[in-house]
């Protein structure tokens, strides 16, 4: 099984990438990566040869700021399009990269392409959560600005599928991100939703949830549209690091005894970050196209990238998309376009 | 001046609110308080008499429960409809109440009515910040579940009346939320509704915020659809609430050592909670409808009633509703319907 890695995505590529790549190439001897990019700058961060490491060198790059749909077509020979490319030709069985999210979805869908039965890709995180499993995935995220109550009967499948075959629940619990808990709550898409998963004998669907509950609610997947979903994930996001921030400036500007108190105090925090990493659950997977695409944090470290390879190993020893596809054949109905 | 307040709407009811009201009887010389509810009840708490302070025996209340128009319907001898009707024969200049808040926007809508040319009021909390002012007002946050391009223009433009009239900012700064910052981004309700207030020559547009950004963007107020602003709000408290309990768990659960540490370090917490305790910032306004309606959050304490109390104030002693009826007839379109 091979991985195209687009080498030169993030923050820190392609060192980091390089570096991940090299540790995962001794633990997953089914595996083999061909790095896109620059080969001179991976090289250098490489310490050894292996048979389980391609290179491909490619000459371009894409940028965060550059305009998605327009940078995959312009950018023939970057490091995205050339990995995408592979996949579409069947040279490599998986994407992967730490780039623009916005270009790795234009590469999805027009280079490798949705699965029949999909109207819309959609991008989904696995949220550390205070729930049985410690995990919770939510979808679409973001992929979708405008979304269409098929589009989200067709996540809520996807959902479950991935559920069922990465974090081995028999019969995940899907939830409705909704503006209350009742049945009838929410605009006429939402309601709609609300109907069409009541009905769909395949999601074992638990009803609605409220974005207070995202990461504290029975369910094991939460479905939204890809414009709240995108609002209630960065709102989370974005109190998390606002409040551990002000709560490091309190505990630094409150005098002597304070700070020896945090001092004392700070293996409480440790647990609560190992709980609570992102990082440590892998990337964001595109669900919909027809490979495992995954998109790991621009930032993410080594040990995090680790994490996304070895999702992607399970993505791919579980042959989930074909899962997918046989699901689709029989669950839900295609949307209106 | 008079308030009419729903006595029996809320947790505690009637007894924090009449405790309120009476402390706000001495602050407040020039305001008058009518208390619609079970007079025995509200009896039972007072304890001094005062010419400020009338009783309106009522027999029946709304509850958490009960389907909104359904229940101001039917319960016409309810607190909160009597609250109401008071406000619209002129009788009280403002209602205030602790209980649901669908009951209420049914109230104000059906009972005290809209202001010409807002299509939908809209429901507005003042938020602790961390910007230059240390609160932002964010509007609607749930009380409409559909949201077309004119309300959003319109809430924009209420925003910026209660931000000079209330916080007294003389060009108070307002952002759009949305799905990133670039100028079009976003659905086509949100393109359209950045095309709208960029072009309003009233409202001192600023962009589009995220919502990770919500409480540190330098927005004096955001404009939000009811959905998403709902799913915004929610998720930011749902995470701190959340992550609070998660750290008092992590200081407890690991060891003796850590657990001096957090008591050595209490003041900076004591310190953090003075500076997000949204209580201190008076209610939710109702925005739009031709009174100052104020919701406030229904477990309130003395202390969060009287900084509500002093927002009404504030609202009818600058003479806001007048202010914003002007407004109205110089710089929005009205919407569809």
């Given amino acids: 099984m091979k991985i195209a890695v687009d080498a030169m995505g ?21 595996l083999t990566f061909v790095l896109f990019g620059d080969p001179v700058q991976i090289k250098s961060y490489q310490t050894h040869d292996s048979a389980q490491l391609e290179i491909v060198p490619t000459t371009e790059v894409i940028e965060n700021e550059d305009e998605p749909v327009k940078a995959i077509r312009s950018k023939k020979d970057s490091s995205l399009v050339r990995a995408a490319q592979a996949v579409k030709k069947g040279e490599a069985d998986a994407l ?39 995990l919770v995935n939510v979808l679409d995220v973001g992929a979708n600005a405008e979304s269409k109550p098929a589009y989200l009967e067709q996540w ?42 009541s009905h769909n004998t395949f999601i074992n669907f638990i009803g ?5 509950h995202l990461l504290d609610s029975d369910a094991d997947v939460i ?52 709980k609570f ?14 490979a495992p695409v995954i998109k790991a944090h621009g930032a993410a470290d080594v040990a995090s990238i680790c994490s996304t390879i070895e999702q992607i190993d399970i993505m791919l020893t579980t042959k989930m998309i074909d899962q997918v596809v046989l699901a689709l054949q029989h669950h839900v109905d295609e949307g209106e376009d």
Same sequence: chains 1, 2.
């Avoid at 609605?208 to 207070?212: A, H, I, L, M, Q």
């Fill in 208 to 212: 609605n949830v409220e974005s207070n």
């Fill in 223 to 274: 479905v939204t549209d890809g414009f709240t979903g995108n609002a209630a994930l960065k709102a989370v996001e974005g109190m998390a690091k606002l409040l551990l921030h002000q709560i490091k400036e309190a505990l630094l500007n409150n005098g002597t005894r304070v700070k020896v108190g945090a001092l004392l105090a700070k293996p409480a925090f440790a647990t609560l970050k190992s």
């Fill in 156 to 197: 809520a499948l996807l959902g479950t599928i991935y559920a069922q075959t990465i974090r081995k629940l028999s019969h995940p619990k899907i939830a409705l991100l909704n503006n209350g808990t009742e049945f009838d709550k929410g605009d006429r898409l939402h309601q709609e939703v609300y109907q069409r998963l």
């Fill in 96 to 134: 992967f990269s730490l780039g623009s999210t916005g270009a790795l979805l234009a590469a999805s869908i027009f280079i490798i392409g949705r699965i029949k039965g999909i109207d819309r890709p959609a991008l989904m995180p696995t949220m550390p959560a205070v729930s049985a499993t410690g």
């Fill in 277 to 290: 990493d992102p990082s440590l659950n892998g990337g964001a997977v595109l669900l919909g196209v027809k």
């Fill in 10 to 30: 993030g923050d820190h590529a392609p060192q980091v990438i390089v570096q991940a790549v090299e540790q995962a190439v001794q633990q997953y001897p089914n």
